[in-house]
């Protein structure tokens, strides 16, 4: 707005820069549901395939298996992400979970199934974690009937909220608590956009920060670590990884050429706390057991904790087999100090830029 302007003009303008944005977030909102039911009913779709064909080769043993694994490296191949042997798992499991005995024709058919499944995918794949139908039944309908986000559906699943209101005296005054959301429970626009299983479903690749500062600081340390000699070789950036039915994205990739290794490089906004480590070994774990060849030596980690007043750099070598290559590593990898300090600099740097000139 002009600097002339009217308190009248300001107050229009801001009615209509909020209109706007309304518009705007719920439009993404029910493009993000449109995606989300047309996912859920092709998956349930797929595991109604896989399960019709394993009947059909019945007699023999281990058919169902090998279809899946079979089926997994076909259309990982041909249709890209998405289609792991444990997610077809799911798909044949949802549909045997949830079945539906007759449908009508194919024209109708969408509509029809996606009247059965109301919510979304990820909804599904955390419901298929509880194990007693009458548990899983209770948590589908209250989310259904409060319109829970699968934040809120994860921590009444967690907390035991099924059991808890059997036990109950006032069972109603449970479900109205259970109903009332927490703060941070309403997931944002762009986060129903970027859920990984869209972004799977959609073949998309999915590389983001949660700021532009964030998202500039990867960068740097990118080039930083690229720029130090020719021992790193990037692999990748916000690489994404599926840890039972928890999605995690590493921040940087690289591949140490002297040492044999893959290096995850994980940065955080904030002071370095003992969550951070123990997601680090998380990753490595994962790594170790997925993304190492049987000829290279067992990943490593670094850790980047970047707050206002200060800058830290840890190395997570506690998974190395002795004493002898955790020294090797230490010697050859870059000083942490040198991270920290690199770190700490180019912050104070892009802060600058986004403060913007000094008025004078």
């Not at 130090?228 to 950036?237: E, H, K, M, V, Y």
């Not at 830290?312 to 590593?329: C, F, T």
Request: aromatic share 10%.
């Amino acid at each position: 707005m002009d600097v002339g302007d009217s308190d009248l003009e300001r107050a229009q303008y801001r009615q209509i820069l909020e209109d706007v944005v309304g518009l705007l977030e719920s439009s993404r909102r029910a493009a993000a549901r449109s995606v989300n039911s047309i996912m859920t009913v092709t998956y349930w779709k797929i595991g109604q395939r896989i399960f019709e064909h394993e009947q059909q080769g019945q007699e023999r043993a281990g058919y169902g298996e090998s279809l899946v694994r079979r089926l997994s490296e076909d259309l990982s191949r041909q249709m890209g992400r998405g289609f792991s042997f444990r997610n077809l798992a799911q798909m044949r499991r949802f549909y045997t979970l949830w079945p539906i005995v007759q449908t009508p024709s194919a024209q109708s058919e969408l509509e029809f199934l996606s009247q059965q499944f109301p919510l979304p995918w990820s909804h599904y794949v955390k419901l298929m974690s509880v194990k007693s139908e009458a548990a899983r039944s209770f948590y589908e309908a209250e989310a259904l009937r409060n319109g829970w986000s699968l934040r809120q559906l994860s921590r009444q699943i967690s907390t035991q909220f099924y059991e808890r209101t059997l036990l109950s005296r006032n069972k109603a005054a449970m479900l109205d608590k259970g109903a009332q959301p927490q703060p941070g429970d309403a997931p944002r626009p762009e986060e129903e956009i970027k859920n990984p299983f869209v972004l799977e479903f959609l073949n998309l690749k999915d590389e983001y920060s949660e700021s532009d500062l964030e998202e500039a600081l990867i960068r740097h340390i990118e080039n930083f670590l690229l720029e130090l000699g020719n021992d790193f070789t990037f692999i990748g950036r916000q690489r994404r990884l599926r840890i039972g039915d928890q999605w995690f994205r590493l921040d940087l990739l690289f591949f140490h050429r002297r040492l044999r290794c893959l290096v995850i490089v994980d940065l955080k906004l904030g002071e370095f706390t003992h969550a951070d480590a123990g997601q680090m070994h998380l990753y490595l774990n994962y790594a170790r057991e997925h993304w190492t060849y049987p000829e290279e030596n067992p990943p490593v980690g670094l850790i980047l904790c970047n707050k206002k007043d200060e800058a830290v750099a840890r190395y997570a070598l506690e998974g190395l087999p002795n004493k002898v290559m955790a020294a090797e590593y230490q010697m050859t990898l870059p000083d942490e100090a040198t991270l920290a300090a690199e770190l700490e600099k180019t912050r104070k740097l892009l802060e600058g830029f986004q403060e913007g000139p000094p008025s004078g």
